[in-house]
């Protein structure tokens, strides 16, 4: 199945960004922004469970989900950026949340060509690719259904021998 590529390792790294996109109901769309919001919180954020970005936002604007994954309400978000400055591990920059909302549909149903923001993306960080199943060794991981994403996963259960070391 073709899914919208992100690689986190290249994206984080990257400084402004170039990247165009598609999304035809809203011309100032940037749905690179909220995809690298999507994968991060899916993959690299801690999942706290007294989660200090949560507790810092005085807008009720982060919850955490029952399954430890943060949804960010974004109409209540001000982009005041006190969550970035809470996370004690830095998952939150600053560019993920402005305060014009965008959207990422990941072009479902685009029948020729790539997306803009893999044509435009001059890292080549983000790519249309037929993957059919997740490749941990590999460091690529499903976040949802039609996205994949390449980045150094955290989790819970792979900290536990450092542990108790
Ligand atoms: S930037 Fe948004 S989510 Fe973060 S603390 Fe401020 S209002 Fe809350
Ligand atoms: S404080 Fe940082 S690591 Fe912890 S839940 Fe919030 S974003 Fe994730």
């Known amino acids: 199945m073709k899914r919208l590529f992100v690689d986190l390792e ?3 790294r990257c400084g402004d960004c170039q990247v165009s996109c598609d999304y035809f109901y809203h011309p100032q769309n940037n749905g ?5 919001e999507y994968a991060t919180f899916a993959t690299i954020c801690r999942h706290c469970e ?3 970005c949560v507790n810092s936002c005085y807008h ?3 919850e955490r989900q029952p399954d430890g994954h943060l949804k960010r309400y974004k109409m209540r978000c001000t982009s005041c950026k006190s969550c970035t400055v809470a996370c004690p591990f830095g998952v939150i920059f600053q560019d993920f949340i402005p305060y ?3 959207r990422c549909d990941y072009c479902v149903g685009l029948t020729a060509g790539a997306p803009k923001c ?7 960080a983000i790519e249309v690719r037929d ?3 997740e490749d941990l060794e590999s460091d690529i991981y499903f976040v949802g259904e039609h996205l994949a994403v390449h980045t150094r996963k955290w989790s819970r259960e792979d900290m536990q021998p450092l542990k108790k070391k």
């Not at 690179?32 to 690298?36: E, G, T, V």
């Not at 893999?118 to 080549?124: A, D, R």
Request: hydrophobic share 35%; charged share 20%.
């Open 118 to 124: 893999v044509t435009t993306c001059p890292e080549k």
């Open 10 to 12: 290249i994206c984080n």
């Open 100 to 102: 014009l909302d965008s």
């Open 60 to 62: 009720n604007a982060l």
């Open 50 to 52: 007294q989660a200090p």
């Open 32 to 36: 690179i922004a909220s995809l690298r």
């Open 131 to 133: 993957i059919g199943e």
